[in-house]
């Protein structure tokens, strides 16, 4: 018998007013969890908080964190907190080493002084860097190339320490390019400025921006447009859930991949943007953007068989057509 019942549990979810963490949390809900968010809105929104409560709160102020810690328990911290924009990071990185890393330190040294040693971290593949082979697997080499992707990196090395020293576990998460939406409609993904390309796209199909602008048809690749892995935001959440049931009964830190192991290009998703909203998408070639690696795709057999994680949402087709119905409601 497991030594825990996990509708017996208490999750923090840290971002749950994000993309991501608000599916998490209506995720929790689902499952019997109960759930806290904390999140100071920075980049969420309060309205996408529906399942459970919301706690206003800046990582900045570590005093502020530690009292809440020291006025609540939890068994679970979820750390979907961050700033996420790699051109941002390029021109302030102050504001992401501030807010990525040394926010995040705020959060750990509260949850140690309290005794709270479960933790799982939200992280991206642009920990990698330039890919030096793929798929990408998680011992390929860490060199980010852009201070998100190094603030992020900072966070895994400063956890692996902080096991080391006092025995903080945690499941690090690497997504590769979260989209879709809830299947219900209810929650979508909602980014200032949005930069990413389904709901880039989609604003094109609803007529909110002219033109998809895409950077480069020449790169070696089938369609000479760049691939990259997209994991549907429902199959990400299905990982922590996963996650959390390892961290509790085996008590050791581990780093997966999260993607589909696929890789479409960027004019195959306009494509099947086409198809699903059955409207045009005007779209205008430029020059490559500096950065841009051709292909981007994870190697994530080990979440399949340490975690168990079976995306149930690997087609490009229901990422579109989620995303599509959620957005339409927003609007
Ligand atoms: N979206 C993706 O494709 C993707 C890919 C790889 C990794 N990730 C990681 O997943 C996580 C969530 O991404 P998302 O797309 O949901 O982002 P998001 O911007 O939608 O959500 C982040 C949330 O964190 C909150 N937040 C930020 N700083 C805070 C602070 N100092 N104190 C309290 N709350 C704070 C924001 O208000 C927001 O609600 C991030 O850590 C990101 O690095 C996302």
Same mark, same amino acid.
């Given at each position: 018998?497991?030594?825990?019942?996990?509708?017996?549990?208490?999750?923090?979810?840290?971002?749950?007013?994000?993309?991501?963490?608000?599916?998490?949390?209506?995720?929790?809900?689902?499952?019997?969890?109960?759930?806290?968010?904390?999140?100071?809105?920075?980049?969420?929104?309060?309205?996408?908080?529906?399942?459970?409560?919301?706690?206003?709160?800046?990582?900045?102020?570590?005093?502020?964190?530690?009292?809440?810690?020291?006025?609540?328990?939890?068994?679970?911290?979820?750390?979907?907190?961050?700033?996420?924009?790699?051109?941002?990071?390029?021109?302030?990185?102050?504001?992401?080493?501030?807010?990525?890393?040394?926010?995040?330190?705020?959060?750990?040294?509260?949850?140690?002084?309290?005794?709270?040693?479960?933790?799982?971290?939200?992280?991206?593949?642009?920990?990698?860097?330039?890919?030096?082979?793929?798929?990408?697997?998680?011992?390929?080499? +860490?060199?980010? %190339?852009?201070?998100? #992707? !190094?603030?992020?990196?900072?966070?895994?090395?400063? =956890?692996?320490?902080?096991? @080391?020293?006092?025995?903080?576990?945690?499941?690090?998460?690497?997504?590769?390019?979260?989209?879709?939406?809830?299947?219900?409609?209810?929650?979508?993904?909602?980014?200032?400025?949005?930069?990413?390309?389904?709901?880039?796209?989609?604003?094109?199909?609803?007529?909110?921006?002219?033109?998809?602008?895409?950077?480069?048809?020449?790169?070696?690749?089938?369609?000479?447009?760049?691939?990259?892995?997209?994991?549907?935001?429902?199959?990400?959440?299905?990982?922590?859930?996963?996650?959390?049931?390892?961290?509790?009964?085996?008590?050791?830190?581990?780093?997966?991949?999260?993607?589909?192991?696929?890789?479409?290009?960027? +004019?195959?998703? %306009?494509?099947?943007? #086409? !198809?699903?909203?059955?409207?045009?998408?005007?779209? =205008?070639?430029?020059?490559? @953007?500096?950065?841009?690696?051709?292909?981007?795709?994870?190697?994530?057999?080990?979440?399949?068989?340490?975690?168990?994680?079976?995306?149930?949402?690997?087609?490009?087709?229901?990422?579109?057509?989620?995303?599509?119905?959620?957005?339409?409601?927003?609007?």
């Amino acid at each position: 018998m497991k030594p825990y019942k996990m509708d017996n549990i208490k999750v923090l979810v840290v971002g749950g007013a994000g993309f991501i963490g608000s599916h998490m949390l209506k995720m929790l809900h689902k499952s019997g969890i109960h759930a806290t968010c904390l999140d100071d809105l920075s980049t969420g929104y309060r309205e996408a908080v529906r399942y459970g409560t919301l706690v206003e709160m800046d990582l900045a102020h570590a005093a502020a964190i530690e009292k809440f810690f020291a006025e609540n328990s939890f068994d679970v911290v979820m750390h979907f907190a961050s700033f996420i924009q790699v051109g941002e990071s390029v021109l302030d990185p102050a504001k992401y080493y501030q807010n990525n890393f040394i926010n995040t330190k705020n959060l750990l040294d509260a949850m140690i002084i309290h005794n709270v040693n479960n933790f799982i971290f939200s992280s991206t593949a642009a920990i990698y860097g330039d890919p030096q082979y793929t798929p990408i697997n998680e011992i390929h080499p +860490k060199h980010p %190339v852009n201070p998100y #992707g !190094r603030s992020k990196w900072m966070v895994e090395q400063m =956890l692996e320490d902080y096991d @080391r020293a006092y025995g903080l576990k945690s499941i690090t998460l690497r997504y590769f390019n979260a989209a879709g939406a809830d299947p219900d409609g209810e929650l979508a993904e909602r980014h200032i400025p949005e930069t990413h390309l389904i709901p880039i796209i989609l604003r094109v199909a609803a007529g909110k921006s002219p033109h998809l602008q895409i950077f480069g048809s020449d790169y070696d690749t089938p369609d000479g447009t760049c691939i990259r892995d997209y994991v549907h935001v429902e199959d990400l959440c299905s990982a922590h859930l996963l996650a959390i049931e390892k961290l509790l009964s085996e008590k050791k830190s581990r780093q997966y991949n999260l993607g589909n192991g696929q890789g479409f290009s960027v +004019k195959e998703v %306009v494509e099947e943007a #086409g !198809r699903i909203t059955k409207r045009p998408i005007a779209v =205008l070639v430029s020059a490559r @953007r500096p950065g841009d690696v051709p292909v981007l795709v994870a190697e994530a057999s080990l979440a399949r068989t340490e975690l168990n994680w079976h995306p149930q949402y690997s087609s490009l087709g229901d990422m579109v057509a989620h995303a599509w119905a959620a957005n339409k409601k927003l609007s």
